[in-house]
């Protein structure tokens, strides 16, 4: 087995976040679950992105497009030779989610900050309240990039052609027995259950309860090649709005290196809402 992982350099250590908190080619964002987590103190310099407010289109269910893109990394000072730091709460939930969009546009230096808030504050080290303000930058992003992003018909293919599909929800929601998840009446559906076929690897499974950090190369790729998620074909990974399958997805893409990994952020709010969809109820696979 190699424990190393394929692409470490997409990953900092919260030592390296401390010794980069001034440097001008970094920019640090900080993305919650908790709406109001970065006013109460976040590492100093880091700017916020929320995932509803900042990142969602207010109309249509979908992500800001291109221009909104390129207006919001403009007014974080961001360009596009800025390294972009992310960490959050949740051991990173929203981090990888925010990291995920900024892949889709194209932004080519991006990393994650291992362990998260939780990490950083276990350490003691500093957290701040003042906002702080960098001048405007240009920016142009890319396309985006559907071959990191899943919809609905590219599921359905994977269910016909049996290919993997990694429901990384709870157990409980992932058998069915849990329909609604307390405090996200956002997040209902009129199905319970899981996309058919798809194995059951819940997304906490990947990091270390105890500070947030990544498990090992070797412990990941236990975890999913018993479930037969195989490198050689392409794999799509949900939950339920894509923020808890985009962790998955990065520990797919970047810390195994699986060539073929897309996140569905339809998930099963579209998923287990849509006439017709293949589902299944019980301990499944």
Same mark, same amino acid.
């Given at each position: 087995?190699?424990?190393?992982y394929?692409?470490?350099?997409?990953?900092?250590?919260?030592?390296?976040?401390?010794?980069?908190?001034?440097?001008?080619?970094?920019?640090?964002v900080?993305?919650?679950?908790?709406?109001?987590?970065?006013?109460?103190?976040?590492?100093?310099?880091?700017?916020k992105?929320d995932?509803?407010?900042?990142?969602?289109?207010?109309?249509?269910?979908?992500?800001?497009?291109?221009?909104?893109?390129?207006?919001?990394?403009s007014?974080?000072?961001?360009?596009?030779?800025?390294?972009?730091?992310?960490?959050?709460?949740?051991?990173?939930?929203?981090?990888?989610?925010? +990291?995920?969009?900024?892949?889709?546009?194209g932004?080519?230096?991006?990393?994650?900050?291992?362990?998260?808030?939780?990490?950083?504050?276990?350490?003691?080290?500093?957290?701040?309240?003042?906002?702080?303000?960098?001048?405007?930058?240009?920016?142009?992003?890319?396309?985006?990039?559907?071959?990191?992003?899943?919809?609905?018909?590219?599921?359905?293919?994977?269910?016909?052609?049996?290919?993997?599909?990694?429901?990384?929800?709870?157990?409980?929601?992932?058998?069915?027995?849990?329909?609604?998840?307390?405090?996200?009446?956002?997040?209902?559906?009129?199905?319970?259950?899981?996309?058919?076929?798809?194995?059951?690897?819940?997304?906490?499974?990947?990091?270390?309860?105890?500070?947030?950090? +990544?498990?090992?190369?070797?412990?990941?790729?236990?975890?999913?090649?018993?479930?037969?998620v195989?490198?050689?074909?392409?794999?799509?990974?949900?939950?339920r709005i894509g923020?808890?399958?985009s962790?998955?997805?990065?520990?797919?893409?970047?810390?195994?290196?699986?060539?073929?990994?897309?996140?569905?952020?339809?998930?099963?709010?579209e998923?287990?809402?849509?006439?017709?969809?293949?589902?299944?109820?019980?301990?499944?696979?």
């Open positions: 087995m190699n424990s190393v394929a692409h470490p350099e997409y990953l900092v250590e919260t030592e390296w976040v401390a010794a980069h908190l001034n440097d001008p080619a970094v920019r640090l900080e993305s919650n679950e908790d709406a109001l987590l970065y006013e109460t103190g976040h590492i100093p310099g880091a700017v992105v995932w509803f407010t900042t990142l969602q289109d207010r109309v249509r269910r979908d992500f800001i497009n291109q221009s909104e893109f390129e207006a919001l990394c007014g974080l000072g961001i360009a596009n030779d800025t390294t972009v730091v992310f960490y959050g709460d949740k051991n990173n939930w929203f981090a990888c989610y925010a +990291f995920w969009l900024f892949a889709y546009y932004h080519r230096h991006l990393r994650i900050m291992n362990g998260g808030r939780l990490k950083w504050t276990q350490e003691n080290r500093p957290l701040s309240k003042d906002v702080p303000a960098y001048p405007a930058a240009r920016y142009h992003a890319s396309p985006p990039d559907r071959a990191i992003r899943a919809y609905r018909d590219d599921v359905l293919r994977q269910v016909e052609h049996h290919l993997p599909l990694v429901d990384v929800r709870s157990p409980q929601e992932y058998t069915g027995e849990l329909l609604h998840m307390p405090n996200y009446p956002q997040e209902g559906a009129m199905r319970g259950g899981h996309v058919a076929g798809a194995v059951s690897i819940p997304w906490a499974t990947a990091v270390n309860p105890e500070n947030g950090v +990544f498990k090992t190369a070797d412990e990941l790729r236990r975890l999913f090649e018993s479930k037969g195989l490198p050689d074909q392409e794999v799509i990974a949900y939950c923020e808890r399958s962790l998955t997805w990065f520990v797919l893409k970047y810390l195994l290196g699986y060539p073929r990994v897309k996140n569905y952020d339809g998930s099963w709010t998923w287990g809402n849509l006439v017709g969809a293949p589902i299944e109820k019980g301990p499944g696979q």
